[in-house]
């Protein structure tokens, strides 16, 4: 059987998500309140699921790769679609770090008596219902559903129509892993038409039973989802990071962030797209830190300044500044002083990773301190901006709204909270 | 000169608040790195300047109440609007509480050092530019100012048009003590027209300018904004708050308790709405305590058990489940066991605030863990739903989302935050 749904009309698209809606909030009061060790039972269960069904993920994948083939999909698409025996180990092992995390629900987040008695504790509790829509990676199907089942929560899974047999051969790794350990299937549900409509009524929310909306893949989707969006978001649009190298910056040290920052993954969030670097130092920092960029076989496009710094330097205009360049290409710019470089990030930035290269520590608390990012670094490289290497072990994706999670979003962003009040008797005076 | 302003196309209206919108986010910027003796010094010139004004508060209020008198609003509009030397002074003096209280900007929430050396800090940060949009009660123009001044947010008020001479009276002391500590008056915006178009702008978020909604007032108020807002909301709907009595409680403090919920004050979001008692005491149990709510003069509508057990209880319809009275009216249902009070709970409560009267730990911690309201009590009333009664100094309100604040929301809810991440000159390995 084709796991391809047929066409439906919009209304029965409206129904069929209605329905998966209800399962999964009558999934997540059920998940709310399952002990951590059942989870990790599932969560292993799943593991070794994928690990057996390597064949079946396979053959499902080839079947995607070949239409995607057909369909003249570029190198990098077809990279981002395709599993290999590794790739399939690496998710099997991602759900074993998954179970291995301490489990969120539950904790006492704080806790304080009041003169009358009464103890007040905030505890940790699921959001409810996480609705993921992503793009073609199969490898998010379970990195998702793992995180939403560690954090307690039921999880609408919405992939990429050119994915869609490897998600399917995922999902039933899942499935058996829920049914290994007893929970209700509906705790990870594939949304089972690749109609565009799903989505839209996802974005509604489902009558209220989808909490949170996280959207995975390039910048229309996310622009899509923030505009449509009827319930929370969890994303960032842009990822428009700075390395600032201050007057007081080593030049070694700036010199190896500034192309660690931009080159070691230059498609990541976190890569840098514009090193500004103070007016104070170009003299001596600005032709080697260029230099450097420019032997890493990186292009560089300057201000007036940085082309003079080297001949191999282009032009940047205007619209370089506010550029994701996703790639090896870098604008950079001289900037008169810690407060130039702290206005120009708020003027072009977009609030995700920025970082201060300097050995005044007066400079870098200021830079700390006024740059409106979800992160900001002191000596540090921008490509540190992950779940991983802030040892909340695995990530959702990276968020840069104001509201509730900011930054990394871990399994402990996928909680909320509750106050639960102990007495023994307390009535409030008039 | 009258404080109304001239009636204004739409387009007018729309380019006012654009503007006042840019203002709040430019003061935004400003607040979120002043002091916090600056922020405490401009609380205190408020209150003095509420005190010294006092005649001039009370003119204008009496301008108010003419006007709502000729209308003929009812008593309880008039009194929500009234102000006298009292609630002024209460104003003047709920300032200096809040500039009294700890400055939540800057905290280090948490803390951590990562096995490279990097060190990470979750630092508190204000949220930006909060919008309060409310009704005819002129006191929450110095209470939403205070609290959104002390955690570092510009504010956008908009009062009801009923309390507009009221709230400019007042405003125009905020404005002084924002002087006296050279802040930028634009921390505190009164929207000055009544045209209600400049909500919908508000509600469409000031391009980009308004982080956060907090709605006061009544239910048709937080229903449209939570319709059409395209930001944040802070708030609650309805407070339809139960209170069970299980099987272990001990009779003389459920009756204590029942009644001080429903009682105490009626008219607010933490008063009970519904008793719920077990089958298995209501032999003992139910006479006694629908007995002691109809003598403290509250209007009992039951279930057949209910009514059989007093001639004075009147039968209660379906819609009395789910109904918010704010007033002397509770309804009351016999449960078979603390499964059937939750599952009513989840039914028709709203997330707000529900206890649970027992001896019995096990049934206790059973209601704690599954009733998923923002607030949950263990013998104790309902009505310590507050920030004042959590300790929190002062609230602007209670929510009842899943997302950042839930329950009651003080400065520190008013907050958001970002990483600051130290390092010695850290790249990431490959």
Same mark, same amino acid.
């Given at each position: 059987m084709d796991v391809l749904a047929e066409q439906k009309s919009e209304s029965d698209i409206a129904g069929v998500m209605t329905a998966l809606g209800t399962r999964a909030g009558d999934a997540a009061g059920v998940l709310a309140n399952v002990s951590p060790d059942v989870k990790t039972q599932a969560l292993k269960a799943m593991a070794a699921a994928i690990r057996a069904r390597q064949g079946d993920i396979l053959k499902a994948n080839e079947k995607d790769m070949a239409a995607a083939r057909k369909k003249d999909r570029p190198e990098a698409f077809l990279d981002r679609l395709k599993l290999t025996e590794e790739r399939i180990e690496s998710m099997a092992a991602g759900l074993e770090a998954i179970a291995g995390l301490d489990d969120p629900? +539950?904790?006492?987040i704080a806790s304080w008596e009041r003169p009358n008695g009464l103890v007040i504790e905030r505890v940790r509790t699921p959001l409810g219902v996480i609705g993921i829509i992503y793009e073609s990676r199969p490898n998010v199907t379970a990195d998702a559903g793992g995180l939403c089942l560690k954090s307690g929560n039921a999880v609408i899974l919405r992939g990429g129509s050119e994915s869609q047999h490897s998600a399917h051969a995922i999902h039933a790794c899942l499935a058996e892993g829920l049914n290994a350990a007893k929970?209700?299937? &509906?705790?990870i549900q594939l949304v089972? @038409? @690749?109609?565009?409509a799903a989505v839209g009524e996802m974005l509604k929310g489902l009558n209220g039973n989808i909490d949170v909306i996280v959207p995975r893949g390039g910048r229309s989707l996310v622009e899509r989802v923030q505009k449509d969006a009827r319930v929370p978001v969890f994303a960032h649009?842009?990822?428009i990071c700075h390395v600032y190298v201050h007057e007081a910056a080593d030049l070694k040290m700036a010199a190896e962030i500034a192309v660690n920052a931009k080159?070691?993954? @230059? +498609?990541?969030?976190?890569?840098?797209e514009t090193l500004l670097v103070d007016a104070a130092c170009a003299d001596t920092h600005l032709k080697p830190l260029v230099a450097a960029l420019l032997d890493a076989d990186c292009e560089v496009r300057g201000d007036s300044e940085t082309q003079a710094a080297d001949p191999r330097v282009t032009p940047a205009i205007e619209d370089d500044w506010g550029a994701?360049?996703?790639?090896a290409v870098i604008s950079v710019k001289v900037v008169n002083g810690v407060d130039a470089a702290i206005a120009h990030i708020a003027r072009f +930035?977009?609030?995700h990773t920025d970082a201060i290269i300097t050995g005044d520590q007066h400079a870098a608390d200021a830079f700390l301190g006024k740059v409106n990012s979800a992160i900001v670094l002191h000596?540090?490289? @921008?490509?540190?901006?992950?779940g991983g290497e802030f040892g909340m072990?695995?990530?959702i994706g990276i968020a840069t709204g104001?509201?509730? &999670?900011?930054g990394p979003v871990g399994v402990e962003q996928l909680t909320s909270f509750k106050y639960v009040v102990r007495g023994h008797g307390q009535t409030r005076p008039d």
């Open positions: 629900v +539950g904790d006492i929970l209700p299937e &509906a705790a089972p @038409t @690749t109609d565009r649009l842009e990822g080159m070691r993954r @230059t +498609g990541i969030c976190g890569a840098a994701e360049y996703l790639d +930035g977009s609030a000596n540090a490289s @921008t490509q540190f901006a992950d072990g695995a990530e104001k509201m509730h &999670a900011r």
